[in-house]
Nanobody, 121 residues
């Protein structure tokens, strides 16, 4: 079994900051890309930021310059530092990871349970 557990969400005022964390645990051989997605009711889940095992990153245009994704490979953990938050950043944020569990298996995609981020005055 593999689990992704997110933490760090909550309410914050516009202009404020939050740091999300996501730790992967269980039967894990290696992790390729780790990413954060977000979703608001009635809309599709969208990619916020991703980071490869080698450290290459990519961001949605809407968060460039405000959000920073990072990871600690030794801890199987990915972070999302969110600064200058806006009301439109309000969403449920989901952690995603491509995980290989066995030598003979491939990478499969796993999701966390989601953490709510609410930006409001």
């Amino acid at each position: 079994q593999v689990q992704l557990v997110e933490s760090g969400g909550g309410p914050v005022q516009p202009g404020g900051s939050l740091r999300l964390s996501c730790a992967a645990s269980g039967s894990i051989l290696s992790i390729n890309t780790m990413a954060w997605y977000r979703q608001v009711p009635g809309k599709q889940r969208e990619l916020v930021a991703g980071v490869t095992s080698g450290g290459s990153t990519n961001y949605a245009d809407s968060v460039k310059g405000r959000f920073t994704i990072s990871r600690e490979n030794a801890k199987n953990t990915v972070y999302l530092q969110m600064n200058s938050l806006k009301p439109e950043d309000t969403a449920v944020y989901y952690c995603n990871a491509d995980i290989k569990r066995t030598l003979w298996g491939g990478y499969n995609s796993y999701w966390g349970q989601g953490t709510q981020v609410t930006v409001s005055s």
